[in-house]
């Protein structure tokens, strides 16, 4: 059986940044581009606990969709299974520099949020109390300090 081509990349190499894992096609011809947005060196960093990530996962997911200038073309935002970051899918055949600025409001408001996590109640989640709120603030400003610097966009040979 053939690798999937995400699992061509050297991940002894990979670094927190943000990439395009991928880009397809609908049957009507949109183009769905799949961000890799990586938070912690593979295999050299320890992944992200759960409730960090399911957490962060809340609150970029309510971000986005609310986002004035880009929530009409996100289609999904999730975790990944290594817990070394999350997949940003949005319409349009798009580089990561022209997301980084959404990106940073993104982790800006996860850094910065107070409250109730939006969705974190037995009614609207299946998981609602495997959250970490302190911790994912703690993390968000960590990889808002990656994003706001020359962050890597490009996967390593």
Same mark, same amino acid.
């Given at each position: 059986?053939?690798?999937?081509?995400?699992?061509?990349?050297?991940?002894?190499?990979?670094?927190?940044?943000?990439?395009?894992?991928?880009?397809?096609?609908?049957?009507?011809?949109?183009?769905?581009?799949?961000?890799?947005?990586?938070?912690?060196?593979?295999?050299?960093?320890?992944?992200?606990?759960? %409730?960090? !990530?399911?957490?962060?996962?809340?609150?970029? &997911?309510? $971000?986005?969709?609310?986002? +004035?200038?880009?929530?009409? @073309?996100?289609?999904?935002?999730?975790?990944?299974?290594?817990?070394?970051?999350?997949?940003?899918?949005?319409?349009?055949?798009?580089?990561?520099?022209?997301?980084? %600025?959404? !990106?940073?409001?993104?982790?800006?408001?996860? &850094?910065? $949020?107070?409250?109730?996590? +939006?969705?974190?109640?037995? @009614?609207?989640?299946?998981?609602?109390?495997?959250?970490?709120?302190?911790?994912?603030?703690?993390?968000?400003?960590?990889?808002?300090?990656?994003?706001?610097?020359?962050?890597?966009?490009?996967?390593?040979?």
């Amino acid at each position: 059986m053939q690798k999937i081509p995400s699992f061509t990349i050297n991940h002894l190499t990979l670094m927190p940044g943000v990439y395009v894992s991928r880009r397809d096609f609908t049957p009507s011809g949109d183009c769905l581009t799949t961000f890799d947005v990586r938070m912690t060196a593979p295999n050299r960093s320890l992944s992200l606990s759960a %409730p960090v !990530l399911h957490t962060i996962e809340h609150l970029a &997911a309510t $971000f986005l969709r609310n986002d +004035p200038e880009w929530r009409d @073309r996100v289609v999904y935002w999730g975790p990944m299974g290594c817990g070394t970051g999350n997949y940003l899918i949005l319409q349009g055949e798009l580089e990561p520099k022209q997301i980084i %600025p959404l !990106l940073q409001r993104t982790f800006r408001f996860c &850094a910065g $949020f107070e409250g109730q996590v +939006p969705g974190a109640s037995p @009614r609207d989640c299946g998981n609602y109390l495997l959250m970490n709120l302190p911790e994912a603030r703690i993390v968000a400003k960590e990889y808002l300090k990656v994003l706001e610097s020359d962050c890597p966009t490009v996967y390593p040979a």
